[in-house]
Structure formats: C-alpha cells, structure tokens
C-alpha cells in the first residue's frame, strides 16, 4: 500500500477526441474532393496543393521557431488544413509564386499577427484567397478546363465558370434559356466537370466529405444547411420571380463554392460562432450575402466574401446570443 | 465638370459644419466636471495599478484622496512616505505615518521537511488545490507552491523556489502591495513591519493542529510546546490556536525564540551568523 | 423512440465490468472510522465517549438542526478515539473510530430476510424515521432524505421520480439492487409515496439495464401507482433536473428545486435503504458500493459497513495493483479522487474506482480551438468556455450573470475538450467563489 496516488477534479476520463484528431479528420474529409480535382486537372491539381501545404507548414514552423519563440505546434494540423483549403480555393493552374504568397498571407498574417490557432478572427485561407484575388486578378479567373488526369499544369486550356458564363450573359442582355446551352448541366455540375477552384467543382465528392464529418461529430449540420438553406430559398424565389434573369436554386448550389464554403470554410472552429442559434444566423447570413453578390454584385462569386463579412460579426454573435439554457422559461407539460 | 466639384465640395463642407455644430452641443450637454487635482495627485501615484490600498486602481486611490477630509486609512503602500507626502503637498493636507512593511511567507514546508503523500495532477492554482483537498502532504495549512501569489505579484518580486517549492519574497522588490496576502488561498503571507537591514523573526508555520499531528506531518511545524512564549522577555510571543505568533511591533529581535524552538519552525533572516558558543565550549570540556 | 433530455449530454464509455456480480457481503473490519459529516448539511454531535461499548445501529452521533441526519454505529464493540481523518472530502474531518468485537445488532432491528410489505407507518412518522434512521441520498449527493420528503407549505408533489439510471460508467450498485432486491426497493418507492402523499412514481432506468428493466415490470404490476420507464443512455440522465425533464418533461427554473415543478426525486439506493428504516427498523450503517476498475483482478459489488476502509475493500477484491495511479471514490465523471487507502466507506460512497497509473495523469492542456463542443455537451445550455476564462480573470459578476451557478459540475464539458483544457476545474472555481459572494450580499 505504499503507492503514491494521484489527486485531481472530476471528471477523471476523456473522451479521445484531440484538437489532432478533428484537424486530421478534416483532411480525411477532404480528400475526395482532393482526388476528384486530380482526376479533372491532372497535375496542376497535384503541384497547387503540395506547394500551399508545404509553404503553410513552413511558415507556420518558421513564425512560431523564429518570430514568436514559442513551442512549435505544426503537428497539430490546423496548418495542414489551413494548406489544403487555401489550395481548393485556387485555379489548378496558378503559377507556384502566388500560392507561396497566399500562403503566407493565410499563416503569417491572417492567423500568427492575431495569436495563431483559436485567436483569429477570420478565415486564414480565405483571407489568403482574397488577398490573391484581389492581387492577382487575372491568374486568379482563369480557370482550366477539366481536361482529365493528363492536364499539364501550365498549359491547361483555359474558360470561365458557370457562374461568370450567367453573370456575363445576363449583363449582355442574353436570357438564360439561350445561356443554358453554354453551361454544364445539373449532372455534370453534381460530378464536377466544369471549371473553377480546384476543390469546389465535384458536389458529390464534397458531400462525402461532409457526411464523413457528421458521422466523426466534428462539425454539426446547423452552419452548412443553414448555408445551403438560405442560398436555396432566396435563389428560389428569385427565380419564380423571373426565370429567365435568375437562375435556379440547384445551379446556385452546385456551381461555384457554395458547398465547399458551407461544408468545410463557413464550418471553420475558430471563425464560426459557438452555439446552435448563432451558428444558423451565421449560416442564413453567409447564403443571402452570397446570392447578393452572385446577383448584384461585381464578381461572380462571393462565397468567400460573404464568409469574412460573416467572421467579422462573430464576436458579436458570441457576446449577445446565448444557448437556450436549461430552465430558461418554464414550460410544464 | 467644375460645378460638379463646386457641388461636391459645397456638400461635403456643409456636412462638415453640420456634424461639427452637433459635436459641440453633445460635448457640452455631457460633460462632466472633475477636479484637476486628480489628475495631478495620480501622476504622482505608481501607476501600478495593483490594488494594494483597496481601490481599483492608482485612479480610484486618487479619486478618494482628493475627496477625503484626511488621509485616514487611505495610503499608496508601493509609493510610501515619499509619493503620500507629495500626495499631502498637492492637497494641502496632514501627510500620514506610514509604516513600511514587508511580505514574509508563515510555512516553511519544503519536501525535505514534509513528506509527499499524494501528487496534485490538476491545474497548477492554489484556489482550485485548495477548493479540492489538503495538500500533496499530510499538512493542511501549508503551501501549495503552485504560484498564485507569483501571478498576483505586479512587482515580480516572488519567485518559486526550486529547491523548496516554496515562493521566494524579495525584500527589495516587494513593496507590501497586499496583493499576495488576498490571493494566497491558506491565507500564508503577512505583512510584517520591516525593520534595520532586513531583519526578520517570524513563525514560518500556519500549522493549527496539535502537536502530534503537526510534527507528524511536517518536521518543521509549530507545535504551540509553549517555549518561545516562556522565553521572550517582552511579551512579544502568543499561542493561540495551535501556533504561535510573533508582534513584530514588540519583538526586539533577541534571538531567544529561535534557538528554544524545538522544531526549528521560528526563522531568523538576514542576522550575523552567531558565535559558534556551545560548540567550542564543548571542545574544551572534550581537550 | 426512448424518452431522455433535450439539451448536451454525453456518451462515456460504460464499462460496467461488474453487472453480472452479485452483491456480496464484506467482512466486518477490525476497526472502523465513521465521519459525523456524511451528509449535507451540520454535521452530527457526537454523543458518545471513549471506551463506550456499542451495537451496530446505535446512534453515536445525533443530528443537529433540520438539515441533517443521524450518524449509527456500523460495528459492535468498543469507542476508541474521536479524532480526525481524511474523508472523500480531501481534509481531515473529525470521525469516531470504533474496533470491533463480534456482530451485536440493535435488538429492535429485524435480521430477518422477510419481505414486509404493509405500511404501518403515517406519513409524518416515516419521515421521522428517515431523519432518526440517517437516511440520505445514496447516489452520491447524500442530501438528507428526509428534508426532501417534507414538502413546504404552499407547494404540492404530484409524482416521485425514482432515479435508477446509474449514468455514471463503472458503476452498478444501483443495478444489482434492482435486481436482487426488486421487492424491497417496490416497497421502499411505495413509502416514499406515502410519505409524500402521492399515488405516481415513475422509475427511469437507462436502456443498458434491461435485465433490470424486465424485472421490475415484472413485479411492479402488484404495486398501484409506479411506472417503469427506459430511457436512452446518455451522461448525466441521473441529475435530477435532467432526469425530471427526460421523465415528465418539466423543466425546473434556473435556481429553483424539483419541488417547483411538483416532483420530488430519490435515488433506488434511497428507496432500499428506506425500506430498511421503516418496515425492518435498521438504520443506515452499511450500503452497496461497487469496488472495480480494468486492473482489478476481482472487481464486485459489496455489501459494506459505513466506516470500512477502502483497503479492505481493495484486499477483498483481490488487492491493489501495483500500477495503480489514482482512485476514485464515485463515478469516473464526477467521483472524488482519495488521497490514501485508510479513507473510509460513507454513506455517500456509490463506487471505488481504480485507476491505472498510465490512465492516471491528465493530457496537456492546449489552446482553445473554440470548437464550440463544450457548449453542445452542456446538459444546462450554459457556456463552459466562456465560464473558464471569466473565472480565470476573475471576472466573477460577468459569470455570475452567465448563469455559472446552474453548473452542476457533470463533467461533460472537460469530458469532451478535444484540447484537454480544464474548463470544469475553473468554472467550479468560479461557481463556489460566486456562491460566497452572493452569500455575503445576502449578510449586508
């Protein structure tokens, strides 16, 4: 009985989630839609994302060894994550600088200038994203055809997106009836062939993804359905107001980033508010300011934008809107 | 083209004046009127902040200072005589007495004198040790050593000790904020009255269990036998409780005390070292 | 679809190692140390000296004011000392030590195994007699029984709720007693509801209990009024304003008690140990407790004497591993972990749980990814991260207003952290140091 005992507060187990684990879950979740933008890219899908994974690890390693002195954490995964989504943010065929550029905007300043993993306010890879979009306008829009696993990565035969193809019309006076023809349709869209980010075109790949992280519980369904939701209703009643100036709600959806966005950027832990209520008024806001800038605005795509916008008011959410507590109002049944 | 810089120009100029005429009555209609003089007596504060007088902060402290009719029960203890008579000077007012004191840490409690008998495996915070059982020894009055009174601390003037595991009080450093005093959970830390170069006499123990236990669970607690007390000529010493305590204000720094303790828990700091006296007359009683 | 409550919850794994063991009898120790504070509430006033001799079931310590019980000899023999020790509490608490001489029992008390199931007892006596007999809450809060069984003027019980549900992993006192003893705890829940003058007892039991479940169906169907309803397994059903919500779907306001909402809950320990007090007048000196753990080489449920040591306890179920780390007294989720092997079994003490040096020690705390699962998990809808930092900058009026005094300390939320932080250790922090805040505001 000479056994020295430990002493410590309950709860004496836990579970055996770690911040590890949920990060390497993710990357599980995206490696569907990973493979699939190899299968329409070809190599450029490959380089893209092996170079933005590389220099976010990289960078992170060299702020946190060199500029912050701190303990390094790369292996936790947050970088990794952060890497792979910044890549399927991006055409497949961007030049290897930019992707090194947008990547130290993700890591350096978008998430290390605010105290690194669980401090920032914004999405480090769409801030990166942004930062490339707006920097590099040009490499940024122009997007490969797929043209199967042989694309060479510089040399890929480039187009628009479906949702530039619409926007571009409509400005010109085309009705959507004469548009239709130019772009995928509804089936084609589902398994990915069409142009745009690299990890955005397959919705089938990414709803495996998403359906991976239910199951694990690492993201709950409230912020993507409430994405997919409210792009879904208030596309819809655009349409049955003018079908041949709005497109439907199945094309808002499977063209462009609604789904990787809803899934897995809008989803991102530390940027999205931290109960039920807040995490689908967060989610209602991202849909009804992505169909705006889609419809009204000045680019085509505004998934990313609608995000940060999202992001900023976060805090706000977690101050003013609380969980239901239990024994709030007394309902006696 | 001009006349649409003229109207660009005329607007923006209009709204300028505008916002500025409704900047003005704002500003008058919510101002509020403070005495300068608080201004003038916090510069003159520390800045430090640390709540040591019983106020929020060196603001506050000033606030109460120029408000009050004397300086009764209201002192910087970080800035002392100097900063309160200048304090004094500003405001036309008596300067107080202060009495400058010092932190001393009443366990002694190092693993050499006191066993282990269980590990803390929890967050290292006294509050929450102490919210949870008695210690990782067998003594449930002493120190944590996990260092809540380091972080309260705005003068960085405790470190832990990693010998002892005991907090370390610098006598220069520490300005008797009482910053330590309130978050020591055990209520361990006094503040004593500081005398010539330092010197100190205290109990280092807190121990209120009789002597049997006390002993048993550590070598060097206050086992309240009553000998200081005998010994002490000037009535300085009480038990009570358990454990003796020392008046700072009465002791004359004898040294009686400290070679009566039986448990060696009486510390004696910052003293010559003493004649070796008995040893050497033992030697000769050997020769 | 199986009833349970709405908000959070968790699923730990339930490693019930020992719902097959029957209850077994423990040997009497040579000396035992009863603490005079089992319960909640003043401690008892001891009332007997050193030297005296005494019978098991005696009372050596009387209850001093409402809240608070009876304090029974556990043992025959003789007082040695009245000195302290340390308790599941964590500090030296005063206990009465007694070495043992024989098995003499109370001559009033039944020893008999006879079911008695008439209820001679009005409903005043029976809660005196909880109070005379030291009955308290056996699930581990150990609120006096009797306090719970006196409904305040002005407020009404319509339904007793029975708690078997046992939510804690490890454990099965609760289980085995249903099993073996349906009988006794049916009549138990029966004087309850006299007591309270009641003609409804609902008995949840979590759906990993249907051996259980099937048995007392069976024989509730000879006693009016009490209903025995599954529920799904889920980590902390057993907290009563869970249970009360998963039972009958009332929510008990935020501050106020079961009582509020017409219900009034006891645990099936409970019901056994009442049954015991009132039809076989044996007061409460001895209580199941589950001994396991994955090291243990017999793991098993013990009938044991209040103020055995837990050593005893460990020997009988087949001595302590060498790589024991730590030891639980309770569940794994919100049990106490001792501080020595001498601390003895109380009224209170549902379970020993030992752990393995390796499962001992606690992962690095890491940064907060704000994943938001402590807010999901929380059974009271409060905000586990929010509650940490403000109780770690001692912000302790913003907590108070975030609702840190609904916290029942379940666990779920350091439970679930995939970062390993210990939201719990600081938000208990800033719970009792609101609670004493609010106590003092109360004073001035």
């Known amino acids: ?333 | ?287 | 679809m199986l009833k349970t409550f709405p908000i959070g919850g968790v699923h730990p794994p339930e490693n019930k190692l020992t719902a097959g063991s029957k209850i077994q009898k423990l040997d009497i120790p040579a000396t035992v140390a009863i603490p005079i504070s089992q319960h909640i509430g003043a401690p008892a006033t001891v009332s007997v000296n050193k030297g005296d001799s005494v019978k098991a079931g005696q009372v050596i310590a009387t209850s001093k004011g409402f809240v608070s019980v009876n304090i029974h000899s556990s043992v025959s023999g003789k007082v040695n000392k009245v000195d302290t020790l340390i308790d599941t509490s964590g500090y030296k608490q005063t206990a009465i030590f007694i070495d043992t001489q024989g098995d003499e029992w109370l001559e009033t008390i039944d020893r008999t195994d006879e079911l008695k199931t008439e209820i001679k007892l009005s409903s005043e006596e029976i809660i005196k007699k909880c109070q005379e007999s030291g009955i308290v809450g056996l699930g581990g809060a150990t609120f006096p029984s009797h306090v719970k069984l006196t409904v305040p003027a002005g407020k009404k019980c319509d339904v007793l709720i029975i708690n078997g549900v046992e939510c804690e992993p490890y454990l099965t006192s609760d289980h085995r007693l249903m099993l073996e003893h349906g009988k006794e705890v049916l009549v138990g829940i029966s004087i309850l509801m006299k007591a309270l003058k009641v003609n409804r007892a609902l008995i949840g039991i979590e759906n990993n209990k249907s051996d259980a479940i099937e048995h007392l169906k069976t024989l509730a169907a000879s006693f009016q009024g009490i209903e025995i309803w599954p529920l799904k397994v889920k980590y902390p059903q057993g907290a009563e304003k869970q249970l009360i919500k998963a039972l009958t779907n009332r929510e008990v306001p935020s501050g106020r008690l079961p009582i509020d909402v017409n219900t009034v809950v006891h645990n099936i320990g409970t019901a056994f140990a009442v049954y015991e007090a009132v039809q076989k007048n044996k007061p409460l000196f001895e209580r199941v407790v589950t001994i396991t753990g994955k090291s243990l080489p017999k793991p098993g449920n013990y009938i044991v004497r209040i103020g055995t040591p837990v050593n005893k306890l460990i020997e009988a179920a087949g001595g302590l591993p060498e790589n024991t780390g730590k030891i639980i007294s309770g569940g794994p989720m919100m049990g106490k972990a001792l501080i020595n092997t001498d601390v003895p079994v109380v009224k209170g003490t549902s379970g020993i749980i030992l752990v393995p040096q390796d499962e001992a020690g606690r992962s690095e705390s890491q940064v907060c990814i704000r994943c938001a699962k402590c807010i999901a998990v929380c059974p009271m809808g409060l905000e586990p991260y929010l509650l940490m930092s403000l109780s770690q900058k001692d912000l302790f009026e913003k907590a108070e207003k975030e609702r840190i005094t609904d916290c029942m300390e379940c666990g779920s939320c350091s439970y679930t952290c995939p970062a390993g932080r210990p939201l719990l250790d600081f938000i208990r922090l800033g719970k009792s140091t609101v609670i004493r805040m609010s106590r003092e505001r109360v004073v001035k």
């Open chain 1, 1 to 333: 009985m000479s056994n020295i005992l430990k002493i410590s507060l309950s709860p004496h187990s836990h579970s055996p989630e770690t911040t590890r684990k949920l990060m390497f879950g993710v990357v599980i979740a995206l490696l569907p839609a990973l493979l699939t933008s190899v299968f329409y890219f070809g190599y450029g899908a490959i380089i893209v994302t092996s170079v933005s994974v590389a220099s976010c690890l990289l960078f992170e390693y060299l702020i946190q060894r060199f500029v912050l002195r701190k303990p390094v954490s790369i292996t936790d995964g947050s970088a990794l994550v952060t890497g792979l989504l910044l890549a399927f943010n991006v055409p497949s065929n961007l030049p290897v600088f930019i992707v090194i550029i947008g990547s130290f905007v993700s890591i350096a300043i978008a998430k290390m200038t605010f105290g690194g993993l669980g401090n920032n306010p914004f999405n480090p890879a769409l801030v990166g994203r942004v930062f490339m979009l707006i920097s590099f306008p040009v490499q940024m829009t122009s997007w490969p055809v797929p043209g199967g696993f042989g694309t060479g990565y510089t040399d890929a035969i480039t187009g628009a997106t479906p949702l530039a193809i619409i926007k571009e019309g409509i400005k010109n006076g085309e009705s959507l009836s004469q548009l239709v023809t130019q772009i995928p349709t509804p089936a084609q869209m589902f398994l990915g062939k069409m142009g745009g980010s690299l990890g955005e075109v397959a919705a089938v790949a990414l709803l495996i993804g998403f359906i991976y992280l239910l199951v694990r519980k690492i993201i709950t369904w409230h912020v993507p359905v409430s994405v997919i939701g409210s792009v879904a209703v208030f596309t819809a009643i655009l349409w049955l107001i003018n079908p041949e100036k709005y497109a439907s709600p199945m094309f808002h959806i499977l063209a462009g980033g609604v789904l990787l966005g809803a899934i897995f950027m809008a989803t991102d832990y530390v940027t999205s508010p931290m109960n039920h209520r807040s995490q689908i008024i967060y989610g209602c806001g991202i849909g009804i300011l992505t169909v705006i800038i889609r419809v009204w605005g000045a680019y085509p795509e505004g998934v990313s934008f609608a995000i940060l916008i999202m992001n900023a008011f976060v805090p706000l959410m977690n101050a003013y809107i609380k969980p239901r507590r239990f024994g709030e109002e007394v309902k006696n049944g």
């Open chain 2, 1 to 287: 083209m001009s006349s649409t810089v003229i109207i660009t120009v005329a607007c923006l100029s209009l709204i300028a004046f505008l916002a500025a005429v409704i900047l003005y009555f704002v500003a008058q209609k919510f101002k509020v009127f403070e005495d300068p003089r608080i201004d003038d007596v916090q510069a003159i504060l520390p800045a430090a902040n640390c709540g040591g007088c019983g106020f929020a902060g060196c603001r506050n402290l000033a606030e109460a200072l120029v408000k009050a009719e004397t300086f009764e029960g209201l002192t910087c203890p970080v800035g002392g005589a100097s900063v309160m008579d200048q304090v004094a000077k500003i405001l036309g007012k008596e300067p107080p007495v202060v009495e400058p004191k010092v932190a001393v840490l009443r366990c002694n409690g190092s693993p050499e004198f006191r066993a282990r008998t269980s590990i803390y495996e929890g967050v290292p915070d006294c509050r929450i040790a102490h919210n949870l059982f008695q210690g990782e020894t067998d003594c449930s009055y002493g120190c944590f050593g996990l260092g809540d009174c380091v972080r309260a601390c705005a003068f960085e003037a405790i470190y832990i000790s990693t010998e002892t595991g005991l907090p370390v009080i610098s006598d220069e450093k520490c300005v008797s904020c009482g910053a330590c005093v309130k978050a020591c959970p055990r209520k361990l830390i006094e503040l004593r009255k500081k005398a010539k170069k330092d010197r100190k006499i205290y109990v280092a123990c807190s121990n209120c269990d009789k002597g049997g236990p006390a002993r048993r669970a550590c070598k060097v607690a206050c086992i309240a036998c009553l000998k200081c007390q005998k010994v002490c000529e000037f009535d300085a010493i009480k038990i009570e409780n358990n454990l003796a305590y020392i008046d700072a204000t009465k002791c004359t720094f004898c040294r009686k005390c400290v070679t009566e303790c039986p448990t060696g828990s009486i510390l004696e700091i910052n003293f010559p070292p003493r004649k070796p006296k008995v040893e050497v007359q033992a030697e000769t009683v050997n020769a």
